[in-house]
């Protein structure tokens, strides 16, 4: 639904842009495709531009970047955007396809589910989830609908997507990992549902204290995570008893202050100059959610034999 979604905008905020160059000021089709391109490229550096102004607004103490630190981390952040949101989300069948669990032999790790955060769907772990194959994982995926939906609803799906992909699998429990709302999703799930099926939990760009940003953003969800609300308040108690990292960015563009990334009884790990959305493409992420789950199996298999 959210692929349909996005392309129908694409095609229509294109459709506006042509409209005004042809007949607004009898551009010829050339200039008109090029001038099209330009007004899709420049409404995301101004969203860019906004939330990163906003971030600065309520901002927290952070590390200093430097202007040629700072650059690369906008750039970053904006081909993260684009990248995103009119390539892979739009057109996830091109992309993501079925996902490829198998039954696992004895002493296989165990399976990866990621859950995807606000307004995106499961084809935004692309590119983390090919790092994750590549390293010799078994990744399952799920998409969270209604988009603006009550995260309390999107428990249910999780934890039928939790057994199917134990069935399949034939393993025990899973690890899951959760970007930006997803952490939000898997937390309500463990604290709803305990941690029989769940073995660690990594979170990426969490609010976990919530987000100035989701003051202005549609939805019930949003409004979840607003700072102070009391359905993250509840969250949080009682906190479930999980072997849990947070990856999260002092420089992050959408969770502000900052700071609300960090979770109270979980290890935190902070990873400097990165965009929020840029989290799913960053080598520095993958090789912080590969150390994550290496440690996480392996002390589940030695709790297993213990």
Same mark, same amino acid.
């Not at 095609?11 to 391109?37: C, D, H, N």
């Given at each position: ?7 129908? @905008?694409l095609?229509? /905020? ?21 001038? !099209?391109?330009a007004?899709?490229l420049?409404l995301r ?14 901002r ?8 040629r630190?700072?650059?690369p981390?906008?750039?970053?952040e904006?081909a993260?955007?684009?990248?995103s949101?009119?390539?892979?989300? =739009?057109?996830?069948?091109w992309?993501?396809?079925t996902?490829r669990?198998?039954a696992?032999?004895p ?7 990621? &859950? ?13 989830r090919?790092?994750? /194959?590549?390293?010799?994982w +078994?990744?399952a +995926?799920?998409?969270l ?6 995260? /309390?609803?999107?428990?249910?799906p999780l934890a039928?997507?939790i057994?199917? &992909?134990? !069935?399949? @699998?034939?393993?025990?429990?899973v ?14 799930y463990?604290q709803?549902?305990g ?9 990426l760009? +969490? ?20 700072p102070g ?5 509840n969250?949080?108690? =009682?906190?479930?008893?999980?072997? +849990?990292l ?10 502000m202050p900052?700071?609300n990334s960090?979770?109270?009884g979980?290890?935190?790990? =902070?990873?400097?100059?990165?965009g ?10 993958a090789? !912080? ?14 709790a297993h034999r213990?």
């Open positions: 639904m959210l692929a349909r979604a996005l392309r129908l @905008t095609i229509i /905020e294109v459709a506006l842009y042509v409209a005004i160059a042809r007949y607004g000021f009898a551009a010829s089709p050339s200039a008109t495709a090029w001038l !099209a391109l007004g899709v420049s550096a101004v969203l860019i531009t906004l939330t990163y102004g906003y971030a600065w607004a309520y927290s103490p952070a590390p200093h970047l430097s202007m630190q700072t650059l981390m906008v750039l970053g904006y993260a955007m684009l990248l949101f009119i390539v892979i989300l =739009p057109f996830e069948r992309w993501m396809g996902d669990l198998r696992g032999a002493g296989r790790r165990l399976p990866v589910l990621l &859950v995807h955060g606000y307004f995106c769907s499961r084809a935004a772990w692309w590119w983390l090919r790092r994750l /194959e590549a390293a010799g +078994t990744v +995926t799920i998409s609908e209604p988009i603006h939906g009550n995260i /309390e609803d999107y428990v249910a039928g997507r057994d199917a &992909v134990l !069935a399949e @699998t034939g393993a025990e429990r690890l899951l990992a959760g970007h930006s709302m997803g952490g939000l999703v898997a937390r309500a463990l709803r549902c941690n029989a099926r769940a073995a660690g939990l990594v979170t760009g +969490t609010p976990h204290q919530g987000s100035q940003l989701a003051s202005i953003g549609p939805g019930k969800n949003a409004r979840q995570m607003r609300n009391l359905w993250l308040q969250l949080a108690n =009682p906190a479930a008893v999980l072997d +849990t947070a990856i999260y960015s002092p420089h992050d563009n959408f969770v900052q700071s960090q979770l109270s979980a290890a935190n790990y =902070p990873i400097n100059g990165l929020h959305l840029a989290m799913l493409y960053s080598p520095r992420v090789q !912080a959610l590969l150390s994550a789950f290496d440690r996480m199996d392996t002390r589940s298999r030695h213990v």
